[in-house]
C-alpha cells in the first residue's frame, strides 16, 4: 500500500482531536476504522507515529516530524485545489449578439478571480442548458418555464425598429412605434425579442412570418417581407445593405435573462460566474 492523502488527513486530525474518539467523529468513520488507518500509516512509514502504552495520545519524535511536514502538504494541496476550481471553465450558450458592455465587465471580473470564459452560438440555448453543452445561458426570451432551469433578468434594452430599405417606412417622417400594428411582423419563434403582443391592442388578422433564429430573421426583413425590431446593438453589431434600423420614440425595451440548470446545482465555478453577472448587471433589476 501507497502513501496517499487520506492517511496524512486522518494523522492530522487525530493529532488536532486529541484522541481516537474525537477525530473519528470528525471524520465521520468509525474508530476502528481509524486506527486501523493509523496503523496502516506506520507500516507504510516502517516506523511508530504514536507513543504506546500512553493514557493519552503522545507523538514520537518521527510522529512530531510527521505531522508538521503532513499539515504543510494537505495545505499546499487544499490551496492548489482552491486555485484550480477558480479556474474552472464557464461555458456561455447565446442565441445572437451578447449584450456587450454587461459581457466585457462579466468577463473581466470573473477572470480576475483566474476563471475561464468560453462563448456558444446556439439557436436555442434553453435545450443546450438541459443537454449541459453549456453551463449558463443569455437570451432575452426565456418563455420556456421549466422547473429545471432558474431564469432571473439582469437587465434590459432599448429596441430599434428594423425594415427594408426599399420599404415606405425606410425614411418616413414621423414615424412611431404605435402606427405599427397592421404591418406585416417577422417573429424569430426561437430567441426574437418582438411578438404582436408588443402592442397594445394586437390584430388578430395581422400577417406573422416566423423564423427560427436571427440570421433567417435579418434576410426576411431585407427581403421586405415585414418588420421587426431587435436591440439597438444591432446597428453596429449587425449591419446589413438592405436593412434600415430607426429610432422611435415610444418603442418599448426588451429585457435580458440568464438561466442556469437549477438541477442539479451550479457548482461553485458557476456560482462565482454568476455572482460576477449579476454584479455588472443593471442595478435597477
Given at each position: 500500500m501507497d502513501l496517499q492523502l487520506r492517511h496524512l488527513t486522518a494523522f492530522v486530525t487525530l493529532c488536532e482531536a486529541g484522541t481516537y474518539t474525537r477525530a473519528a467523529a470528525r471524520l465521520h468513520i468509525a474508530q476502528p476504522s481509524l486506527t486501523r488507518t493509523i496503523q496502516d500509516l506506520e507500516r507504510i512509514l516502517e516506523c511508530d507515529l504514536v507513543a504506546r502504552p500512553s493514557r493519552q495520545l503522545?507523538?514520537?519524535?518521527?510522529?512530531?516530524?510527521f505531522l508538521q511536514r503532513s499539515r504543510a502538504i494537505l495545505t499546499e494541496v487544499n490551496e492548489l485545489q482552491a486555485e484550480m476550481r477558480t479556474r474552472s471553465q464557464v461555458r456561455v450558450g447565446f442565441a445572437w449578439l451578447l449584450p456587450s458592455d454587461w459581457f466585457a465587465a462579466t468577463r473581466a471580473r470573473y477572470e480576475e478571480l483566474g476563471g475561464q470564459v468560453t462563448i456558444h452560438r446556439t439557436d436555442d440555448p434553453a435545450a443546450a442548458l438541459h443537454q449541459g453543452i453549456i453551463d449558463i445561458a443569455v437570451t432575452r426570451n426565456a418563455n420556456q418555464p421549466t422547473a429545471a432551469i432558474t431564469w432571473r433578468r439582469f437587465g434590459t434594452e432599448q429596441?430599434?425598429?428594423?425594415?427594408?430599405?426599399?420599404?415606405?417606412?425606410?425614411?418616413?417622417?414621423?414615424?412611431?412605434?404605435?402606427?405599427?400594428?397592421?404591418?406585416?411582423?417577422?417573429?424569430?419563434?426561437?430567441?426574437?425579442?418582438?411578438?404582436?403582443?408588443?402592442?397594445p391592442d394586437p390584430d388578430p388578422a395581422r400577417e406573422i412570418v416566423t423564423c427560427r433564429n436571427f440570421d433567417e430573421w435579418i434576410e426576411l426583413i431585407a427581403a421586405d417581407r415585414g418588420i421587426g425590431a431587435v436591440p439597438d446593438i444591432a446597428t453596429h453589431r449587425a449591419p446589413h445593405p438592405d436593412v434600415v434600423y430607426r429610432e422611435?420614440?415610444?418603442?418599448?425595451?426588451?429585457?435580458?435573462?440568464?438561466?442556469?440548470?437549477?438541477?442539479?446545482?451550479?457548482?461553485?465555478?458557476?456560482?462565482?460566474?454568476?455572482?460576477?453577472?449579476?454584479?455588472?448587471?443593471?442595478?435597477?433589476?
Open positions: 503522545e507523538l514520537t519524535a518521527n510522529g512530531e516530524l429596441r430599434v425598429l428594423a425594415v427594408s430599405a426599399r420599404s415606405e417606412l425606410a425614411h418616413a417622417a414621423g414615424l412611431r412605434w404605435a402606427d405599427l400594428a397592421k404591418y406585416p411582423l417577422v417573429v424569430n419563434t426561437q430567441s426574437g425579442t418582438t411578438t404582436p403582443d408588443c402592442w422611435l420614440p415610444d418603442i418599448p425595451a426588451s429585457t435580458l435573462y440568464l438561466g442556469w440548470r437549477r438541477t442539479p446545482p451550479p457548482p461553485r465555478h458557476v456560482r462565482r460566474f454568476l455572482d460576477a453577472a449579476l454584479a455588472a448587471a443593471d442595478p435597477d433589476q
